[in-house]
């Protein structure tokens, strides 16, 4: 019932768009919501009502696109797989989504004169909802790309051709790295690394302007950046966002009577660089505490006693914030604290309260582009197969590794880089997915299971259950 009256509401207000003849509605309400497949999603404003007039959604560039052409307020400020379905069937595959730099599986050798040649072109973009990042190897790189295996071309191996997810554009007050692999953070390209004590928020201001211009001549194919103005309304723009899920279909309101979900809440939500650091890097020097969320209580899921969905959620907070995790293998953790084994949880990683970004940069390696991962369930053989050779003088000269994307490697060049990337702000997940940076989990269930196999954490089904529904509630 409450399903049916949102998808209503939200017919109402944005059907207005397609009335033959009617003005694209200007704005949106402030905590407009949006309907997913597990509840409402809703975005708090922090200067009111959405205008959607701005330069963030204006087509600065020559093809067409602006950045709400891949970051949606409806799908938390990236976009569904899902719905670029949609869009394709909607628009026989020419909504400006569709554009061959980017949105193509790759940008030569391709036939989009027909929807069928579309649809073979876009293939990824509308099944995992991926666009293509085509990175240039570091000239001083520790490693030589041997081979570049990809069944849709673009096997060149001097500049190489990943597939990645858009992050969501909101909650980026929150970031303490930008981008899945860092590099609009990073002195290597001319960023600003965001540091715990003084320059902050400077630092990731500073990002965000860098990065509005790189996406305007890049995803938009602009001739020219965007203004000095523009790219601060841009920013200003994102700073201002807050998007959380608000509404579980069965449980209710996930911001009353003891629950502090939702966006308003999540505005109000203290943070800073390093808070809750377990490796020692919070500035304020304060212990590190696993209870990462704390967005349900008893008092909640009491207040309707019958209410299994509550109850499971609150269950699967809990298993977030104190399941036992044996972490082994990570790169970026296990190899840089020289300890083989870290008895964590989910929040060891995830350690931004309420929040569940890493709270320092910590590019990880958790092994979801490694092709020859044996514990990871996730299926690849839908990305190309990279095969990168140590070069570096050193015990692993001749080494070699097979990759779907080399992340932060591609950034710095090293080989322990490779494989490296960002654990990303865990809000609004309900409304994007696939997950992870190649969009490899199509579902929460699916990242669930990854964690139980990799980490073999012997999670019992209705512990999955519980664990994937309270993720569904961010
Ligand atoms: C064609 C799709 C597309 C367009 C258009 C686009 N983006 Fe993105 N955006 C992405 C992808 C993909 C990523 C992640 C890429 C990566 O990490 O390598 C991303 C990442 C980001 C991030 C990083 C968030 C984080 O957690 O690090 C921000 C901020 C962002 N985009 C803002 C913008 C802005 C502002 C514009 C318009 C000027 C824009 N985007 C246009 C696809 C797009
Ligand atoms: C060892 C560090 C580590 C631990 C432990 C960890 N994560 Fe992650 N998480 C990451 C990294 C790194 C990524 C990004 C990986 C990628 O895309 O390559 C990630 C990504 C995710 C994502 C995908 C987000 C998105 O936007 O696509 C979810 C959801 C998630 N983690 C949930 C969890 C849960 C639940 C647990 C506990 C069972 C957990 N994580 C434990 C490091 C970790």
Not at 154 to 164: A, F, V
């Amino acid at each position: 019932m409450l399903k049916r009256c949102v998808w209503v509401l939200s017919a109402l207000l944005l059907g207005t768009a397609t009335v033959v003849g009617a003005e694209p509605p200007t704005f949106l309400p402030n905590l407009f919501p949006f309907p997913n497949p597990h509840g409402i999603l809703k975005t708090f404003n922090e200067s009111g009502k959405l205008d959607l007039t701005g330069p963030f959604f204006q087509s600065l560039g020559t093809n067409g696109r602006s950045c709400a052409t891949c970051h949606q307020a409806s799908d938390a400020w990236s976009v569904s797989a899902a719905h670029v379905a949609e869009r394709f069937e909607e628009t026989q595959g020419l909504d400006p989504i569709f554009r061959t730099n980017d949105g193509s599986n790759c940008d030569h050798d391709i036939d989009t004169s027909t929807v069928h040649g579309r649809r073979q072109a876009y293939s990824l973009l509308t099944s995992r909802g991926l666009i293509r990042i085509a990175l240039a190897v570091p000239a001083e790189a520790e490693f030589e790309v041997v081979s570049v295996s990809n069944p849709y071309g673009c096997t060149e191996t001097s500049t190489l051709s990943m597939y990645r997810r858009p992050l969501p554009s909101t909650n980026v007050r929150f970031l303490t790295t930008v981008m899945w692999d860092g590099r609009e953070s990073s002195m290597q390209t001319g960023t600003i690394p965001i540091k715990p004590l003084g320059s902050n928020p400077g630092d990731l201001q500073t990002d965000l302007l860098h990065q509005s211009v790189d996406a305007t001549m890049g995803h938009a194919q602009a001739t020219t950046a965007p203004t000095p103005q523009q790219q601060r309304q841009i920013v200003m723009f994102e700073l201002g966002l807050s998007t959380a899920q608000a509404v579980e279909f069965g449980a209710g309101s996930l911001e009353a009577h003891g629950a502090s979900g939702g966006p308003v809440a999540l505005y109000n939500q203290d943070s800073f660089v390093g808070i809750n650091d377990p490796l020692g890097q919070n500035p304020r020097g304060t212990a590190f505490n696993p209870v990462i969320f704390t967005l349900f209580t008893p008092t909640w899921a009491h207040e309707q006693s019958d209410n299994h969905h509550r109850a499971s959620i609150l269950r699967g907070q809990t298993l977030f914030n104190s399941h036992p995790i044996n972490i082994t293998g990570v790169g970026g953790l296990n190899d840089a604290t020289g300890l083989p084994l870290m008895k964590g949880t989910c929040g060891t990683c995830h350690d931004s309260p309420n929040v569940g970004n890493h709270s320092v940069i910590a590019p990880l390696n958790i092994g979801i582009a490694d092709v020859k991962n044996p514990l990871n369930p996730l299926g690849l053989d839908y990305l190309p197969v990279i095969t990168l050779k140590n070069t570096a003088p050193g015990q692993d000269n001749g080494k070699i590794i097979l990759t779907t994307d080399p992340g932060r490697a591609l950034v710095t060049g090293k080989w322990q880089d490779i494989g490296k990337f960002k654990g990303p702000i865990l809000r609004g997940l309900s409304a994007r997915a696939p997950y992870f940076h190649n969009g490899s989990a199509e579902s929460l269930k699916d990242v669930v299971e990854m964690y139980n196999v990799r980490f073999g954490m012997g999670l019992t089904e209705s512990e999955k259950a519980d664990l994937a529904a309270f993720l569904s509630t961010l």
